[in-house]
């Protein structure tokens, strides 16, 4: 299985680094995944609705550009679906019997996925209604298909 994750921004935290380089080892047993980062655009203090629309349009061009034909794409979005790791664990299986073996997750940056991106995903995914900063999501997504993988093998996995 390919999995590739596109994300806005790049991570400057070295905590957020070493966890995500620790999960990407980790997964490694299982899939083939990459992680794709797109510069941010600029937000100016106290951003219009529209300037907002703007910045989420020219970051949606960018990660576009690395969309593959035949990917089964999942959108990070606070509107989507909130699974249990073991739903998740279900679909990614699910999938892959399907012959759905691409996978490309999106994460936006600050201001949220740009709508045309959300409409085009295949399946919209919530990580629940808080919000968490972007960079974050890229660990707590690492660690989600991490655990998706020892569930779907039967694998243990600490609690």
């Known amino acids: 299985m390919h999995i590739a994750v596109i994300a806005v921004g790049k991570i400057k935290e070295k905590y957020l680094v070493a966890g995500i380089s ?3 080892k980790r997964l490694s047993a299982y899939a083939k995944v990459e992680i794709i980062e797109v510069a941010d655009e600029k937000i100016p203090d106290n951003a219009s609705a529209i300037e907002i629309k703007m910045i ?3 970051e949606g061009e960018k990660i576009s550009r690395y969309l593959k034909e035949g990917t089964y794409l999942i959108a990070l979005d606070i509107g989507g679906k909130n699974l249990s790791s073991e739903e998740l664990a279900k679909m990614v299986s699910n999938l892959g019997l399907r012959g759905k073996s691409d996978l490309t ?7 949220g996925l740009a709508d045309f991106l959300v409409k085009q995903a295949d399946f919209r995914m919530s990580f629940g209604r808080m919000t968490y900063p972007h960079q974050l999501m890229r660990l707590i997504l ?4 991490y655990r998706g993988f020892k569930i779907m093998r039967g694998e243990p996995y600490h609690k």
């Open 105 to 111: 997750f999106l994460i936006g940056g600050s201001v």
């Open 22 to 24: 620790e999960y990407l």
């Open 56 to 58: 989420k349009t020219k």
């Open 142 to 145: 690492l660690e989600q298909v």
